[in-house]
């Protein structure tokens, strides 16, 4: 009894900005002695993450994949007109409502096709990424031969950059986290398999309409609103 609640491209693209992102972690990270510091060069087959230009390179790599998939990701949304994603007025009082449910274990209020504490992560994040795009792009600019930068936009833009660098960890962990809410476990499968259970998506998505006419279609199935009878999430 599943409904889809997210297409192929956004697993692609959720995945592939998951990938890029811890990558870009790494090989950030890679950039300070850290690992030599600490050894991690001396883990076998780890020898390259002492050396600064290699990963310098994956650092670019990654870097290359995350504005591509960002670049996509926008074209897609914006020629398909789907806004679900992005932040609505009164989210920040929603969330507060929606979490304090999770952690008292009293029913929650409807939502929509995501939480509203969900677009307020994702509107997070994606600040974070286009300040990380915007000033790694000007710090790769800045090794170009004959191109010449004052020392204070070069010292702004790596402090901008560091600070990205630790609010987007922060918003991953931020991401993470959700999870040790039970409730929300029920998501994970859609990241991976795109569906979710339809009694799930009518209790607690019951302000989404395609979700919900899709449960119905489903249910009708089985026995309507009674196979849901002794649903909890």
Known sequence: MKIQRQSISNRVVHALTAISIFGLFFTGFGQMPVYKRYML???PFMAWSADYHITLWWHYL???ILIGVAF???TYHL?????DILPKKGDVKHSAEVIKAMV???EEPPSEKYLPEQRLGYAFIAFWIVVMI???IIKVIKNVSGINMSLEVLFWTAQIHNLGF???ILGVMGHLSAFLFKPNRRLLPAMLWGKICSCYAKSRHSKWEEGVKQSEEVLKKHGGDEACKNYKH
């Open 134 to 136: 915007i000033t790694g």
């Open 62 to 64: 990654f870097s290359v």
């Open 72 to 74: 996509y990701h926008l």
């Open 41 to 43: 060069n001396e883990v």
């Open 166 to 168: 630790m609010m987007l």
């Open 79 to 83: 020629l398909r007109k789907e806004y």
């Open 104 to 106: 008292t274990g009293k």
